[in-house]
């Protein structure tokens, strides 16, 4: 596949047609490696179904013993009894030790789905998460492995007993009178005929839609959680319940269309194989053939006993069917992750000479018939700050995007080092460029952890030094532990004091490229003139390249790069560029009214730094 084909597959993030195979394979693979266990499941299942059916073999030959002509043999019936009593111990004990070890199966398999789930989810292009809501991926790794527990637990018994016990009470019952014998098979045929009806396309799209309104809901709840706080600043509590309602309210009609479509069905097959059913059927077989003299009265105590043997699992298998096919529903969106191709990594890995970043006619777009960057040529030369600017949606966050590569450019190249991005190992990239978020995730983790992400090996003299880089250090000490202070349990930090932690994480990674997405947009002026310093210093033998919206931030920038419409309308040093005139001037002019008018409204005067 070719880099542009391959770019695109990645960015859309849809499953190839012939994707599938492959999810299917890791499905497969992670199942294989239990496939001993499933097999002792399914042997002792088997052992435990037929030995169940003694009981009811040892009623019926008791019956016709006690039924029969001439004298009674007290030795046979004790003989009889002690089988049955025998089998029903063996079932006991079997089926409880397939129980057991499917259940533990089950665990087993769900931690190596989770363990693989996070390994891919670690592999795909970070772009793709754009692409997903928290919910969907929230819904994916817990309620849809957790969803295969019925296919992994009791399927496979289930299953054995719904195949197993009938072929043995058939062969039992053909040898008693087969025509009686076909007879007590109309209500598993009536059944049966019934199953297709589950599965047309429109049964189909209704689960699909089932599935789909469970992830609307997922994702209205988080939504609303996540930003509750805003939500209730700006009066949107109405808006957000709104939300969630209508969610709820499109789940409840296709929830109910479903159970509608499916109800007259699934009361069919219950009817069915209902035992008062069944008996009706065998007593009104069985009383013609008696009365015809076809077959003897003692006869008709096997079918009335074992006939119920032929739908009783059957009927159970259908009480499960729903979970068997949430199951596997469950199973296709897992394969879709699987399905989803990684970013490739190169044959023959090649290592930068350097860091010298170099953007050559990069087009790049999200979608095949709509590029986002327009033939971007760029240099950023080792021991600058290049800062970019522009207004919203002028692709200022794509373009930083593609030097970490959480993108691959559809046409163009993007290198480092004299080396194109996907010649270089993932692991040597991400030892060489770090990326500071806007928005910030931390771990449940401490604090020196947190810090200590990149480096995981670090002493604690180098995290203190980077968190006092990034102007962090004292606030640390004012927390309960200190540097071992978890966060999310002891302490919950500001959107500025988080952020502020990530860039002492980048800090400390301590990479030749340095990419800051507004990286000091929660921080307060005199941190944000700390963290200045801070890369002023770092960005002698560094790379930085810096998205900006407020603009004196980049005052101290060697190069500011004003993007319009997903193409470079203006490059240069900050004051050449504002005595130019043009649209990095107009920003700055916007800017500094803007500030105005928030002094103004403060009673006081507030100016911008000025761009050297």
């Not at 087009?363 to 030369?381: A, C, K, Q, S, W």
């Amino acid at each position: 596949m070719t880099s542009t084909g391959l770019a695109e597959a990645e960015v859309r993030s849809a499953p190839l047609p012939d994707a599938g195979s492959a999810a299917g394979h890791s499905v497969a693979r992670l199942l294989r490696r239990h496939l001993w266990s499933f097999a002792a499941v399914v042997v002792l299942q088997v052992i435990g179904a037929v030995a169940g059916l003694a009981p009811l073999l040892a009623v019926v030959e008791l019956g016709r013993t006690l039924l029969a002509p001439g004298p009674l043999a007290e030795g046979n019936v004790w003989h009889v009894v002690i089988l049955g009593a025998a089998g029903l111990f063996v079932r006991l004990l079997f089926t409880t030790a397939s129980s057991g070890i499917g259940h533990l199966v089950d665990n087993q398999v769900q931690l190596s789905f989770r363990r693989a789930l996070a390994a891919r989810l670690g592999r795909v292009p970070i772009g793709w998460f754009s692409q997903r809501r928290t919910g969907e991926l929230t819904k994916l790794v817990g309620e849809d492995v957790s969803a295969v527990h019925p296919f992994i637990a009791h399927t496979p018994g289930e299953l054995v007993s719904a195949f197993v016990v009938p072929l043995v009470s058939l062969a039992y019952l053909v040898t008693v009178d087969w025509r009686l014998t076909l007879i007590t098979l109309i209500p598993v045929i009536l059944a049966m005929a019934l199953v297709p009806l589950m599965m047309t396309p429109a049964r189909q799209r209704e689960e699909k839609e089932f599935d789909r309104g469970m992830g609307r809901i997922a994702n209205s709840v988080v939504e609303f959680v996540q930003g509750i706080a805003v939500i209730k600043a700006f009066g949107g509590s109405g808006r957000a319940h709104r939300k969630f309602s209508t969610a709820v309210e499109d789940f409840v009609s296709t929830f109910f269309k479903w159970v509608i479509g499916l109800s007259p069905i699934a009361a069919g097959m219950a009817l069915a194989l209902s035992p008062p059913f069944v008996l009706l059927v065998v007593l009104i077989g069985g009383a013609a053939l008696i009365i015809r003299g076809d077959m003897p009265p003692a006869d008709l105590l096997p079918f009335l006993l074992l006939g119920l043997g032929l739908t009783a699992p059957l009927a159970a298998l259908g009480h499960g069917f729903d979970d068997m096919r949430a199951a596997a529903r469950a199973l296709g969106r897992i394969r879709e992750v699987f399905s989803v191709e990684s970013l490739p990594e190169p044959a023959r890995p090649v290592t930068p000479k350097g860091h010298r970043v170099e953007l050559r006619d990069v087009r790049f777009g999200y979608e095949n018939d709509h590029e986002v960057l327009h033939g971007i040529d760029l240099v950023l030369e080792p021991g600058t700050v290049t800062a970019v600017v522009g207004p919203s949606g002028s692709g200022k966050s794509t373009l930083v995007q593609l030097l970490p590569r959480f993108f691959d450019p559809t046409h163009g190249s993007v290198t480092l080092g004299g080396v194109d991005l996907r010649e270089i190992a993932s692991e040597e990239l991400y030892r060489r460029v770090s990326f500071v978020f806007q928005e910030v995730r931390l771990l449940r983790a401490s604090v020196a952890d947190n810090i200590a992400l990149a480096v995981p090996r670090a002493g604690l003299d180098d995290v203190v030094r980077a968190a006092r880089l990034a102007n962090i250090h004292d606030r640390i000490l004012e927390l309960p532990r200190g540097y071992e202070t978890v966060i999310g349990e002891d302490v919950k930090l500001s959107g500025g004091e988080a952020q502020r932690i990530s860039i002492a994480r980048a800090l400390l990674a301590d990479t030749p490229v340095l990419v800051l997405d507004e990286a000091t947009a929660f921080v307060d002026p005199q941190t944000e003139q700390a963290v200045r310093q801070a890369l002023a210093t770092l960005s002698a033998d560094r790379t930085i390249l810096v998205i900006a919206h407020r603009l004196e931030t980049i005052a101290d920038a060697d190069t500011v790069v004003v993007l319009e419409n997903g193409s470079i309308a203006e490059r240069g040093r900050p004051a050449d560029l504002l005595a130019r005139g043009g649209k990095f001037a107009a920003f700055w002019q916007a800017h500094q009214s803007a500030l105005a008018g928030e002094s103004e409204n403060r009673g006081g005067v507030l100016r911008g730094d000025e761009p050297r």
